[in-house]
């Protein structure tokens, strides 16, 4: 079984290191096969027609319409098939046995909040799992609503999981690991040298390591009624590109998916499954009210957070924010081709192991996807969706959300809950600012609560054209 998994990696990599020195050479490309998963055999690229606008989401494949929330229910499960396929890779089932345990426990912002370290534990032998801080506010009465946040920064008053190597940044220092993508990577270089450079910021720790000063930094989320779990995004898979002596993958060595080597998932998955797992948990809690769980997370947790949110109902909030390319923004509207500096053949040239194996055949021919970012958004529907955005962020492109926004809104007025779907831009660049915050609080309060906001989510800015 374990030969049986590792081919489809290595088969990629031959097909695409043959296809991309053809293309380099002006030969036509050679077709991509498709590549065999659990989930069964779909077409390759070569198989697909060509379109370039968004593959709509309230039509079955075989052409029928779908007209009515019933048909809506059976078009998602069509739908999350082939985002399994060619976009996320296949994640297992829910392990079943999630359990938590508590390591510390104190009072934080002077008694107003209770803060809780809590190991979860699951899988074969219960042998998996990560810390969660929690967080939940003492004048609570009842059931509240919980934000779950898993960070770029520590989890709060826990150890960091040990990690093999920093993720890179930006692709740099992969030139030995990546594969050419041909004439698409030279019009997105092309794009990028017009573009006025500047310093990419990292993500930041928007979490301090203690639990005092994490509680300070969410006040607000506490004064509102909201309970907040955190924890740091890699202890559910770590971010590493390099691939082991097998040709696998190296994250497939840590956290959980040692027990699971039957799944073709990449690592954006494997951290929106984490964060399913830290729901299950949160649903046994009696502070937490299972209708009104939320989930934040920026740049590449935002595109995990995007998946959770399409693939977990419980998800009643869902909030990506900055997630670019591989994220909320429509492919076929994104890097070169949309004016932005990351589009899909970017992703594969920088983070292919985030995706499903069988994304990478459509970087140098976008408009073959058989899907687009779109369908994760829709996938939320009849739930809220909210994409928090910065007008000033480089790795995203406004028309590509706009796209997306639009070609999901279908599903959203055929169930009658079109103001359930929104977006936010705050005066930013790459980062989760505490506008972005206050934006998710409005939002949530407005959708859990029906509570009125000073504020519009359907605005735009003007460079989405």
Not at 110 to 118: E, F, N, Q, T, W
Not at 345 to 373: E, T
Request: glycine share 10%; aromatic share 10%.
């Amino acid at each position: 079984m374990r030969n049986r998994q590792r081919w489809p990696y290595i088969l990629t990599l031959i097909v695409g290191l043959a296809a991309a020195a053809l293309a380099q050479s002006g030969a036509p490309r050679v077709p991509v096969p498709p590549i065999k998963t659990s989930l069964g055999l779909m077409p390759g690229a070569a198989e697909l027609p060509s379109r370039q606008a968004l593959p709509d989401v309230l039509t079955f494949e075989n052409g029928d319409p779908v007209a009515t929330a019933a048909q809506w229910t059976k078009r998602r499960e069509e739908m999350k098939r082939i985002l399994a396929y060619y976009a996320t890779g296949l994640m297992p089932p829910a392990p079943g046995n999630v359990r938590g345990r508590i390591l510390k426990s104190s009072a934080v912002l002077s008694g107003a909040v209770i803060y809780r370290l809590v190991h979860l534990s699951f899988g074969p032998g219960s042998k998996y799992g990560f810390d969660v801080a929690l967080f939940v506010p003492t004048s609570a009465k009842g059931r509240i609503p919980v934000v779950v946040f898993p960070t770029f920064g520590p989890t709060p008053g826990g150890t960091p999981l040990a990690t093999m190597v920093r993720p890179p940044e930006q692709g740099k220092g992969l030139d030995a690991l990546v594969i050419p993508l041909g004439d698409q990577t030279a019009r997105a270089a092309e794009a990028a040298a017009a573009t006025p450079q500047t310093s990419p910021v990292a993500p930041p720790a928007a979490s301090a390591s203690d639990p005092e000063s994490a509680a300070a930094a969410h006040a607000e989320l506490f004064r509102r009624g909201y309970a907040l779990a955190i924890y740091h995004y890699q202890d559910t898979g770590e971010d590493t590109i390099g691939r082991m002596k097998d040709g696998n993958w190296a994250f497939r060595t840590t956290r959980y998916y040692p027990a699971h080597p039957d799944y073709d998932w990449g690592l954006a998955a494997g951290w929106a499954w984490g964060l399913s797992r830290c729901i299950d948990y949160l649903e046994t809690q009696p502070f937490a009210d299972r209708e009104k769980f939320l989930a934040i997370g920026h740049s590449r947790i935002g595109k995990a957070v995007l998946i959770a949110g399409a693939f977990d109902d419980r998800i009643a909030v869902v909030a990506p924010a900055g997630s670019g390319a591989g994220g909320t923004g429509a492919y076929r509207f994104n890097g070169a081709r949309g004016g932005g500096r990351e589009g899909l053949a970017d992703m594969m040239r920088k983070y292919p192991n985030w995706f499903s194996p069988n994304l990478y055949q459509f970087a140098a021919d976008i408009d073959k996807l058989p899907f687009d970012q779109h369908w994760l958004v829709a996938l939320a529907a009849p739930r809220a969706f909210i994409s928090l955005e910065g007008t000033d962020d480089q790795n995203c492109v406004p028309n590509a959300l706009k796209q997306a926004i639009a070609g999901a809104m279908p599903a959203y007025e055929l169930l009658g809950v079109p103001r359930r779907l929104g977006v936010h831009y705050a005066p930013h660049r790459h980062a989760l600012a505490d506008e972005d915050w206050a934006a998710l609080l409005d939002f949530a309060d407005q959708q859990l609560f029906g509570k009125d906001v000073a504020r519009r989510f359907d605005e735009f800015p003007e460079s989405a054209r």
